[in-house]
């Protein structure tokens, strides 16, 4: 797929917005400009980047090639789980199948979005074939 600058112009300043989220961006100076950036604008971040993840998702979804697409993905999960590994094995307070078991579905803290980018994939996969009047109807129930 060829290169998007308008699309790495908006990854670049959503990828600002979490580092002022998870920053706590204007805490020091204003509470209220803290919380209007901070729970306010900042919060469509994760969103947009789903959406972005959806917008490049979708040629491979033509393609069929969804299979490659899920294995990389799944390869990058399980390279940052072993990386970050070092922090979650000692933790005494939880078995270690449990711990291992929440960190391989859920993700160990900030690493969620991969998980859920899998899941959000699978979900598109397996709904492409599914009748509109259907994903009408889950999506009201859902919602």
Known sequence: MKRNIALDILKLS??????GLHA??????????SFLT???????????????NGFY??????????VNWFKRVFI???????FYSYFWLNNPDFPFI????????????HL?????MLGAGFLVFVAKN??????????LLTF
Not at 14 to 19: E, G, H, K, N, Y
Not at 76 to 82: G, Y
């Open 130 to 139: 599914l009748s509109s009047l259907f994903l009408v109807f889950s999506v």
């Open 112 to 116: 969620w979005y991969i998980p859920a």
């Open 24 to 33: 706590g961006f204007l805490g020091d100076i204003t509470s209220l400009g």
């Open 38 to 52: 901070v729970n306010g604008i900042f919060r469509i971040a994760v969103p947009v980047f789903f959406l972005i």
């Open 14 to 19: 959503m990828a600002l917005m979490i580092v």
């Open 76 to 82: 990058l999960h399980v390279f940052w789980t072993v």
């Open 57 to 66: 998702f979708y040629p491979v979804l033509l393609k069929y090639s969804h």
């Open 98 to 109: 449990i711990i291992l078991l929440k960190n391989i579905i859920i993700g160990y803290y």
